[in-house]
């Protein structure tokens, strides 16, 4: 990877498990918007990670984290930020690997977190935001979830548990990711929590969110019970 990290660069990390389909027109689309991107590969068995390396062999603004199993959506963030971090990027970014997140509201994402100092978030609560793919039920799963953390956490972020969005360095640096409760549905809630505890701004930016698995939800009951459990957790600063 391109290691000259100047100003303003920002690094897109990428988790995967078994999303060879997808991930390289995803990581294009990236590339073709300036980005730089990190794969974190959880061992997919579908050949992903092999594909991941042929992409970094190809471009040097792309690079691979190869994980031993699937260790955790948290987790893979988390370790990507901290090499972020250490080579110097001054924006990360969260995003899907499997097409949901489309490349063409990235820059949206990056100037908004620019501007904020904080996180810029691609909603799909806000004006111009929509969804395709999803039935009522998972839409109804995604709003209620959304007012919860409204009501619990005394947010004014429309779509917390959004997982397209950009962390300016300052933020990721002030929020200690090794005292994080959470791995996965949880994980963007609290994020956005513990910067706007810290004073940091959020702006939401609209995005069209297409989900590639129609009328299935990628987060199981159990998942949802936990999340609200963890957000309850994170209101009394439980641990």
Same mark, same amino acid.
């Given at each position: ?70 260790? %955790? $959506? /948290? +987790?893979? *963030? @988390? &370790? =990507?930020?901290? !090499? ?35 996180? %810029? $978030? /691609? +909603?799909? *609560? @806000? &004006? =111009?935001?929509? !969804? ?108």
């Amino acid at each position: 990877m391109n290691r000259r990290t100047g100003p303003g660069r920002a690094l897109v990390v990428l988790p995967t498990y078994n999303e060879i389909d997808d991930l390289a027109r995803v990581v294009h689309g990236i590339r073709a918007t300036g980005s730089e991107v990190l794969v974190v590969d959880d061992s997919s068995p579908d050949g992903t990670g092999r594909l991941a390396d042929e992409l970094a062999v190809a471009d040097n603004g792309v690079c691979v984290l190869h994980r031993p199993a699937k260790l %955790g $959506l /948290g +987790s893979a *963030y @988390v &370790a =990507g930020f901290r !090499i972020g971090l250490e080579r110097g990027y001054d924006i990360l970014v969260e995003m899907d690997a499997d097409g949901s997140h489309l490349p063409a509201h990235l820059p949206a994402i990056l100037a908004a977190a620019r501007e904020s100092g904080g996180i %810029g $978030l /691609g +909603s799909r *609560y @806000v &004006a =111009g935001g929509s !969804i395709t793919g999803w039935g009522p039920a998972r839409q109804f799963l995604s709003r209620g979830a959304n007012v919860y953390c409204r009501a619990v956490l005394g947010l004014s972020v429309h779509d917390s548990t959004s997982g397209y969005r950009a962390y300016t360095r300052d933020v990721l640096e002030a929020i200690d990711l090794s005292r994080l409760i959470s791995q996965g549905y949880s994980f963007q809630i609290e994020m956005v929590h513990q910067a706007v505890r810290r004073g940091f701004g959020v702006i939401e930016v609209p995005i069209h969110f297409e989900d590639r698995i129609a009328g299935r939800s990628k987060v199981s009951e159990g998942e949802v019970r936990k999340a609200l459990w963890n957000v309850v957790r994170m209101r009394f600063g439980w641990r």
